[in-house]
Structures are given as C-alpha cells and as structure tokens.
Nanobody, 120 residues
Framework: QVQLVESGGGLVQPGGSLRLSCAAS????????MAWYRQAPGNERELVAR???????NYADSVKGRFTISRDNAKNTVDLQMNNLKLEDTADYYCNVGGSLLTRADFSSWGQGTQVTVSS
C-alpha cells in the first residue's frame, strides 16, 4: 500500500558526490521517520541516516560530516547527499519509511535499493 521509488545511485570516484532520492506514495496518512540504510556484499544492512517528522537527525559515525539527509514533508520525499565518497561507501542503498496508513495502521516500507559504487 506504500510504494517507494529510489533514484540517484551510480559509479563515482573517491572524493566525488552523489545524491540519492526516495519518493513515497500510496495510502499514507502520515510519515514518522524516513531513513537510508546500506548493505555491502557480505555485510549486514546498516543504518546510514534517519530523519523524523520533527526534524531529528541521526547519522552513522562513518558518514558524519560527509552525508546529509533531508526530507520534504509535503512531497513525502527524502534525499541523501553524499560528499567526499570513500571506497568503503560502496554498497546497495535502501530507503526505509515508517508511518501510518489512511486506515491508521502502522507501516514500514523498503525501497528496491540503488547501487552506489565508489571506485577509481
């Protein structure tokens, strides 16, 4: 009942930048939290950044100072600006959105993932 569409992944050299975007649509009443996770081959999925409806933001220590998460509450979108990318940022990045539906039931939805490859 909630669809997430991600965009913006790709191949970039170390030190470069990418911007990921995620748009949520469907039977949404409200969104509490929007987040980006990533999963590298052989690793568990990990939280990269999250932002609440009130604007509270958390970042993984490994991306602090380099990544910036932002959201547009009116458009139900969340972006992740990634600067000074490092080889270890290579992973599949997933958008996650949590909130409530028009039925007032809670939901947590995942995007399909977008690949980010940092390579020289």
């Amino acid at each position: 009942q909630v669809q997430l569409v991600e965009s913006g992944g790709g191949l970039v050299q170390p030190g470069g930048s990418l911007r990921l975007s995620c748009a949520a649509s469907g039977s949404i009443f409200s969104i509490y939290v929007m987040a980006w996770y990533r999963q590298a081959p052989g690793n568990e999925r990990e939280l990269v950044a999250r932002i609440t409806s009130g604007g509270r933001i958390n970042y993984a220590d490994s991306v602090k100072g380099r990544f910036t998460i932002s959201r547009d509450n009116a458009k139900n979108t969340v972006d992740l600006q990634m600067n000074n990318l490092k080889l270890e940022d290579t992973a599949d990045y997933y958008c996650n959105v949590g909130g409530s539906l028009l039925t007032r039931a809670d939901f947590s939805s995942w995007g399909q993932g977008t690949q980010v490859t940092v390579s020289s």
